[in-house]
Antibody, heavy 120, light 108 residues
Framework: QVQLEQSGAEVKKPGASVKVSCKAS????????IHWVRQAPGQGLEWMGI????????TYTQKLQGRVTMTRDTSTSTVYVELTSLRSEDTAVYYC?????????????WGQGTLVTVSS | SYVLIQPPSMSVAPGKTARITCGGN??????VHWYQQKPGQAPVLVIY???DRPSGIPERFSGSNSGNTATLTISRVEAGDEADYYC???????????FGGGTKLTVL
């Protein structure tokens, strides 16, 4: 069965960086895009960006340009998101989600979420 | 950037019909997906490509999209439908995915 297993919760200080992982299983890793979506406490869903595990190309939300990097390791079927220069507003649950490799397709499977807390 | 507008909340009695709207400029020309999120859980896809249902989603869930409004309709609402619902589109002009602000559905 399709699974997206995310790494555990993180606590970081302002100005630090965080790297969250998402390990995929149960399907052909390179045939589906991976998105990252975050949700601040009590707030809605915010799209962060997308990576194509096949070629590694990425597209990021303009809001996070320059602070976010998405990478993948095809040998372990794992995708990573790294966020630098953390600030309190980055405190959120971070989700990875899969999209079939078709234009405008939905996010059909989601990881369980990773809580990142930014606090001094 | 493209903006999707949802009512922050709505309430409905059990057995009635809930219609959750998602407004956007000419949204009828885009493909809309809907997600359900219960407290402490990851979102779940409930409607895709405007009106298709994933396997396992009850037939009570349906969707439509025309003009400037997309609608998620939940018929014969049950207590278990109480959740936050989000619409989502792909804005091709900017190659960005966009979520609506979410609607909290309360079952009275």
């Amino acid at each position: 069965q399709v699974q997206l297993e995310q790494s555990g919760a993180e606590v970081k200080k302002p100005g630090a960086s965080v790297k969250v992982s998402c390990k995929a299983s149960g399907y052909i890793f390179t045939s589906y895009y991976i998105h990252w979506v975050r949700q601040a406490p009590g707030q809605g869903l915010e799209w962060m960006g997308i990576i194509n595990p096949s070629g590694g190309s990425q597209t990021y939300t303009q809001k996070l340009q320059g602070r976010v990097t998405m990478t993948r390791d095809t040998s372990t079927s794992t995708v990573y998101v790294e966020l630098t220069s953390l600030r309190s507003e980055d405190t959120a649950v971070y989700y990875c989600a899969r999209q079939p490799g078709v234009v405008a397709a939905p996010l059909d499977y989601w990881g369980q979420g990773t809580l990142v807390t930014v606090s001094s | 950037s493209y903006v999707l507008i949802q009512p922050p909340s709505m309430s409905v009695a059990p057995g009635k019909t809930a219609r959750i709207t998602c407004g956007g400029n000419n949204i009828g020309s885009k493909t809309v997906h809907w997600y359900q999120q219960k407290p402490g859980q990851a979102p779940v896809l409930v409607i895709y490509y405007d009106s298709d249902r994933p396997s396992g989603i009850p037939e009570r869930f349906s969707g439509s999209n025309s003009g400037n409004t997309a609608t998620l309709t939940i018929s014969r609402v049950e207590a278990g439908d109480e959740a936050d619902y989000y619409c989502q589109v792909w804005d091709s002009s900017s190659d960005q995915r966009v979520f609506g602000g979410g609607t909290k559905l309360t079952v009275l």
